[in-house]
Every structure is written in C-alpha cells, then in structure tokens.
C-alpha cells in the first residue's frame, strides 16, 4: 500500500481520498481551506499544515485544484511540491487544467528528475464517492502504470491516453460534450413539460432513447427523476456554474489554438456566463435549464 500526499481536498479530493483510504492506502491531506480539512480528517485523512509536510515520505503526490494557476503554484512555488518532495516520489495531476499548463508541469517536472501524469477524472461528486471515477492518464508509460495501481482504488474505469498532456485533451473535449449534453436536456426537458408529457414518462423514453446521455442520467435538472441531480435540492452544486464555464472555456481555447470551430460550445459557454453575471456562479451548472425556463431555481 502506498503513501499518498493529497492537495485539494474540495468536493472531489475529499471522496476520493477516503476511497483510497478504505482500500489500505495512507494519506496525508492538505487544503488551505481548514472545514476542508477536518472533513477529509473525518474520512481518515491525516491533516498537514503544509506541501512540505505533506509530501515528506510520499509515495505519490496527487493534486485536485480548480485552474491551472493554482496547481502550478503547488508544483512551482517556494514551499511547492518540486521544492520539497523527493524525485523518487510520483506526481498525479488529477485537476482538470488548460492544455499550456498541463505541458509545463509535464517538461517542469522532467527538467528537475520527477515522473508526473496528468490523470483527470470524469464521473463527478457521484462517481468520487461511489469509487467509479474515470481516469485519463497522459504521460511515460511506467509512471502511467504506477499511478494506475494507486487510481485503482477510486475508479471504474482507467483509460491510458498516450502520451504527456493526453488526459488533459481527453478530459477537456469530454467535458465540452457533457456540457452541451445536459444543455441538450435543459430545452427536451423544458419543451417536454410545455407540451404536456409526464416529466418521468419523458425522462424514461429518453433514457432508453437515442437521447440518452451521461447528463440524462445522472444530472437531468428537473426535481424528482434523478436521485443524483441538483434539481433536488434547489440546484446546491455539485459541479458548479464556474467550474463547468471555466471547463468549457479551456476547450474554446483549444479550438482557438488548433482552428477548430466549436459553435455549439460557444452558446453554451455563453449559457453559463449569463448565470455567473447573475449571481449565479456558484449554483450547481445544471442550473443552465434556467436559460430556458427563467422560472426554474
């Protein structure tokens, strides 16, 4: 069993810690936000007051952090991860992060003798708690194996991309269609109820459909079809309007960079920016149905 330091215990970090830690592994969790902290200590996290010491002995770092700044920070700073952990110590980025900042770690990393993966996840709050994660790790193939037989603990599925940054492409394009996915469910929903249908007799066509998604079943924004949706409880966020705009910006950039037209993104983008200048950016995303239907959260 390993040693894992873990930075970024948020609504993703905080779950899968604990499923690695039902599965034998140690680890040593640091946040600086300290209710973070004392939840993930409830799970069996050992909490640290710094990197430093939470990579100190580690057999992996893991990082779990909003944007690309945030984990370079981690990895690059002063009191960062290159400046204190060991080169024998593996390094998983699991954040989902722009593309430039994924290859900077990967050639940071390298430069100073570590290995390090880039290895984001799908499967959301659900998934992280259940130990159903999809992982797609970029990177050397023996780094890849090791990190594979850590993520193990908290995964379904685990998905060897290729190489460095390739799990970041893969997480960033996959993001993009589950955000125009549950768009897609936000106007059948909606249209659906304006027409007259049940909204469960809708919900079940469409899930045994050629309308069937991902964001169907597990995000459908409509209360009391799908036991794991926001809609129930008032759209708090399971994923949040920032987060997923900020995702779907990170491939509207790459679309830019390799002169790939990405108009349906582009309208969704421009959905979930219009929540965020309401106010609404730390809402659950699945409140774009609001787009829709004004009265809707």
Known sequence: ??????????????????????????????DLNPEALDLAAAHGVIPVASIAEAVRGADAVFTMLPKGEHVLAVYQGADGVFAHAETSTLLVDSSTIDMDSAALLHSSARERGFRFV???????TSGAALGTLTFMIGGEPDAVDTAAGIIEAMSGNIIR??????GQAAKICNNMML????????????????LGLDPKVFWKVASVSSADSWAL?????????????????GFA????????????????RAGESTNTPLPTATIVAAQLQELIDTGL???????????IDPAVG
Do not use: Q
């Not at 970024?8 to 969790?29: D, E, F």
């Not at 996915?181 to 106007?187: F, I, K, M, W």
């Not at 966020?237 to 509207?252: M, V």
């Open 1 to 30: 069993m390993a040693t894992v330091a873990w930075i970024g215990l948020g609504h993703m970090g905080t779950p899968m810690t604990a499923n690695l830690i039902k599965n034998g592994h140690t680890v040593h969790g640091y």
């Open 118 to 124: 880039d290895a984001p996840v799908s499967g959301g």
């Open 161 to 166: 991309t290729g190489r460095a940054t390739s």
């Open 179 to 194: 955000l125009i996915n549950l768009a897609a469910c936000s106007e059948g929903a909606v249209l659906a109820g304006r």
């Open 217 to 233: 079943r597990t995000w459908y924004p409509v209360p009391g079809i799908v036991e794991t949706s926001a809609a129930n409880n």
């Open 237 to 252: 966020p399971t994923f949040t309007a920032d987060l997923a705009n900020k995702d779907i910006g990170l491939a509207l």
């Open 281 to 291: 950016g730390g809402r659950d995303c699945s409140l774009i149905i609001k787009h």
